[in-house]
C-alpha cells in the first residue's frame, strides 16, 4: 500500500482529514528547529498499549507488534506543527487523568478491558468534540470570507482523534498491518478490474 492509498483510507474512516499528512508524503520535518517538545523511552510502551487496545492482537497481530508506538513519536515530531504537537503530549498526560478519574489507577495498570472502556469513553468525546469543531471552524470560515480582514480561531483538534488516526495511519501502513491484517500481493500477476468480494474477507493492500 502507497503512503498516499493509506492517509486516504484513514481519512475515510475518520471523517476528514490526517493531521500532518502533507508531510508525511513528502518525507519532511515541520521545521529545522528542534522542537522543546519530545518524548521519553517510556512513552513509547505507552503509545504502544494505547495503540494496542485500539487495534487489539486476535487471529492477526495488533498495533503493539507493528511497533505503532515508535512510529507515533516520529511522525508526531516530523510532521505535526508546535501547537497540535502541544495537543498531543498535553493528551497523553488527559488519558492517565480520565484513567485515574474512572478506575483510579494509571492506564498502564487497567485490565485490557478497562482499557477498551477507557478509550471508548474518549472516543465518544472527541467524536462529540469534532462535531463542535466542525461548526466552529464553519462559523470563522464564513467571518473570513465576509470580511478579508478577520483572523480565524480555528479549534484545535482533539488529542484523542490525533491517537486514533496515527494509530490507524501506522498500522496500516506497517509491514504487519499490510501483510498479515490486509490481503498483500507483492507482484500481482494480472490486473483484474472486478475481483469478487465476500464479507468478512480482508481487504487487498
Known amino acids: 500500500m502507497h503512503r498516499r492509498e493509506a492517509l486516504q483510507r484513514v481519512a475515510v474512516i475518520l471523517g476528514g482529514t490526517v493531521i500532518g499528512s502533507e508531510l508525511f508524503l513528502t518525507g519532511c520535518k515541520t521545521d529545522e528547529k528542534k522542537s522543546s517538545m519530545t518524548f521519553s523511552e517510556e512513552d513509547i510502551p505507552y503509545l504502544d498499549e494505547i495503540a494496542e487496545t485500539i487495534i487489539p492482537t486476535t487471529n492477526t497481530p495488533g ?73 466552529h471552524d464553519k462559523a470563522e470560515n464564513d467571518k473570513a470570507e465576509k470580511d478579508k480582514n478577520y483572523k480565524k480561531e480555528d479549534m484545535p483538534p482533539h ?47
Open 159 to 205: 488529542y484523542f482523534r490525533l491517537m486514533k488516526e496515527l494509530t490507524l495511519l501506522g498500522y496500516f501502513t506497517s509491514q504487519v498491518g499490510a501483510t498479515q491484517a490486509l490481503r498483500y500481493v507483492e507482484t500481482p500477476g494480472r490486473y483484474e478490474g472486478c475481483i469478487p468480494y465476500t464479507k468478512g474477507e480482508k481487504a487487498f493492500a
Open 63 to 135: 498495533a503493539k507488534a507493528a511497533g505503532v508506538g515508535k512510529f507515533m513519536t516520529v511522525y508526531v515530531t516530523d510532521c505535526y506543527n508546535d501547537d497540535n504537537q502541544k495537543v498531543f503530549h498535553e493528551g497523553m498526560d488527559k488519558v492517565n487523568e480520565a484513567s485515574k478519574k474512572k478506575f483510579d489507577a494509571a492506564f498502564m495498570k487497567l485490565s485490557a478491558q478497562q482499557r477498551h472502556d477507557l478509550l471508548v469513553d474518549l472516543d465518544k468525546e472527541a467524536k462529540d468534540y469534532q462535531k463542535k469543531k466542525g461548526e
